[in-house]
């Protein structure tokens, strides 16, 4: 071995769900949203000049920043934009979660938190969700070097409620408590309102599913404006140019049609709960989701089994090889459309494994 090789900082990535490309497929294993994003991202789109592209895009991401500032009811100083909200938690974990003792975040979350811990060398403990798949607020009373997970959870869909977040907050002043809201506006409840109360929170969303953006790569992270300034230092020191100018001016014109926002996740939500009618009298179980997908399982099938058989037929779901959840597959709400096909070939799929 070189001597370099030693030196090499080795890490085991992060693994995205696939995009593959058929045209006949149906795409219901990456959390995004079914429905176009709102007309006005293409008429500002349209409306960009070609001097965009010669230009450096503004490093403050204003227009954005303000855009969001305005819908949330926040002050600009208030709001951090990345590049999708990995970007923003990943800078997150940087500025934050530098002490020697362990960031908290449960047993079965987000995917992306043990990545980062290692590439940062940030120590962490995992802490078991309880056997319903429910996050245990009081396993949070205890030392830690910061808080984090997605509410709702992910891959779950469960929502703590306020309530809970609150006290976790109250127990936890001296701690960075990161709320990741990826899946906020399909019907749990924001943290945003516990910022007056909380300067140590941070609230982290995303335009990547309910906005319908995914491939925009906007996210957002709303704080006191004491975190927010050490979150830009530290963005600034590492890359200045980040939200690029098609992504400050299609978030800018997105986060404004609130009417847009309301009316999408409101046929999603509809699409979910009649998802979650047929898939319980086909047999399938899961946790009550306030999400965007569902986590399913069912008593009399090997849930890696259907995951292969939907493959076959180009529907795409998602699958983890991890502890607790291997018999589970995480399914994203798309279209009604979508749904009936999902739900003929699992009717088909029943039948023939009942023989
Ligand atoms: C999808 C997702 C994200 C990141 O999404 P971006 O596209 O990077 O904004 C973050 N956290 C959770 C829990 C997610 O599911």
Not at 328 to 340: F, N, S, V
């Amino acid at each position: 071995m070189k001597r370099y090789e030693q030196y090499i900082r080795k890490v085991v990535p992060y693994v995205p769900g696939e995009q593959p490309h058929f045209s006949d497929m149906i795409k219901l294993n990456t959390n995004e949203n079914p429905y176009p994003p709102t007309p006005a991202v293409q008429e500002a789109l349209q409306s960009q000049q070609g001097e965009c592209m010669r230009l450096y895009p503004d490093p403050t991401a204003h227009q954005l920043n303000a855009a969001i500032a305005k819908a949330y009811h926040v002050e600009e100083e208030q709001v951090f934009t990345g590049v999708g909200s990995d970007d923003v938690l990943a800078m997150i974990f940087q500025t934050f979660f530098n002490s020697d003792m362990p960031i908290l975040f449960p047993d079965i979350t987000y995917a992306f938190y043990p990545v980062w811990c290692s590439l940062f060398r940030i120590p962490y403990e995992i802490l078991p969700l309880n056997e319903k798949f429910e996050i245990v607020p009081e396993e949070y009373f205890r030392p830690n070097g910061g808080i984090v997970f997605p509410n709702p959870n992910a891959p779950t869909g469960i929502a703590l409620p306020l309530s809970d977040i609150e006290r976790i907050l109250q127990h936890n002043a001296e701690s960075i408590v990161v709320i990741d809201e990826a899946y906020v506006d399909f019907g749990a409840q924001s943290a945003l309102p516990l910022l007056e109360k909380y300067e140590n929170l941070i609230v982290v969303q995303t335009f990547s599913k309910s906005r319908s953006m995914a491939g925009e790569r906007i996210g957002f992270a709303i704080a006191s404006k004491k975190l927010i300034k050490v979150l830009h230092d530290v963005k600034y020191s590492f890359n200045s140019y980040t939200m690029n100018h098609s992504a400050i001016v299609t978030g800018a014109a997105a986060v404004a049609d609130e009417a847009y926002l309301q009316k999408i996740t409101a046929k999603i939500v509809s699409t979910r709960e009649n998802t979650k009618k047929v898939l319980s009298g086909l047999g399938f179980v899961f946790p009550n989701s306030k999400s965007n997908f569902l986590f399913v399982t069912h008593p009399d099938l090997d849930a890696h089994a259907l995951f292969k058989a939907l493959r076959e037929e180009h529907i795409f779901v998602r699958w983890f090889d991890m502890p607790r959840i291997r018999n589970y597959l995480r399914i994203t709400i798309g279209t009604d459309a979508q749904m009936e096909k999902l739900f003929a070939f699992l009717q088909h799929y029943l039948d023939t494994q009942k023989k």
